[in-house]
């Protein structure tokens, strides 16, 4: 594990020779999210609530699907160069290395750039929670951290299955990045919203709903029973499937020869 800390801090270390570079960059992302969240804000202070959930509780969704979306690509988003890695021959080199192959192509590859939607995200949830109407105890506030754990470990394990793809198509299918960039954009509202269709896609096959609108119906007293609560686990659950065919992904390999 030291190894792979020592290839994070050279990672971070790089990153950070350009200063101003990614300090800009994150920046960027930071008032790009903000505009984001201005919109969607003014929108539900607009019409009232959306389906019965107030601003505040709209904006603990918007915070939610954000936060848990910045932690996941923070240590995921390194998948988006493995296509590449693939075809330049270097995951042959981390093929012949005697370490855990999945951590050798994540440490060198951690966007810390992500901060600043990482920071945007709190600080929007920290404006949330005393105005969500939500009676917060010790028991929401934990389940409020599971939610966001549950989606952290789920858009992980979305950018590790599109990723996995690559395997058997050399190049990325951009056409993934629905589950991915675009779960962000149209999570920002409960799922509810979309239709019972949609809903129960998210429920049984991308687990998205299962942090975001489940728990949230429960945190604000429409559910009481306390599946709802516990419904991140599936989340985290699914991560497992994305693991194991990513190293089925592994044992087809096939060099490409560069």
Not at 62 to 89: C, D, K, T, Y
Not at 213 to 220: F, K, Q, S, V
Request: glycine fraction near 10%; aromatic fraction near 18%; hydrophobic fraction near 55%.
């Amino acid at each position: 594990m030291r190894l792979y800390l020592d290839f994070i801090s050279i990672n971070l270390k790089s990153q950070m020779q350009y200063k101003a570079s990614f300090l800009l960059t994150a920046i960027g992302q930071f008032i790009t999210a903000f505009t984001a969240w201005f919109g969607l804000y003014f929108v539900v202070r607009r019409v009232g609530s959306i389906e019965g959930f107030t601003n505040g509780q709209v904006t603990i969704c918007f915070s939610v699907i954000m936060l848990s979306f910045a932690i996941g690509e923070l240590f995921g988003g390194g998948f988006a160069a493995f296509a590449r890695i693939l075809g330049n021959g270097e995951f042959d080199r981390i093929m012949c290395r005697p370490g855990n192959i999945l951590l050798q192509v994540l440490a060198p590859n951690m966007d810390f750039s992500r901060i600043g939607i990482l920071l945007q995200a709190v600080l929007v949830l920290g404006f949330a929670i005393p105005s969500c109407g939500i009676l917060w105890t010790c028991r929401k506030i934990l389940l409020l951290c599971f939610m966001i754990l549950g989606g952290s470990v789920l858009f992980f394990g979305l950018f590790l299955l599109q990723a996995s793809f690559a395997f058997f198509t050399v190049e990325s299918l951009q056409f993934l990045n629905i589950l991915t960039y675009g779960a962000r954009e149209f999570g920002r509202y409960p799922f509810s919203v979309y239709g019972e269709a949609v809903l129960k896609f998210l429920t049984f096959v991308i687990p998205l709903a299962c942090f975001q609108y489940y728990p949230l119906i429960y945190l604000i007293g429409r559910e009481t029973n306390i599946l709802y609560a516990l419904s991140p686990a599936a989340a985290l659950a699914f991560l497992a499937p994305c693991v194991a065919f990513f190293y089925f992904g592994v044992h087809k390999f096939k060099s490409t020869g560069s």
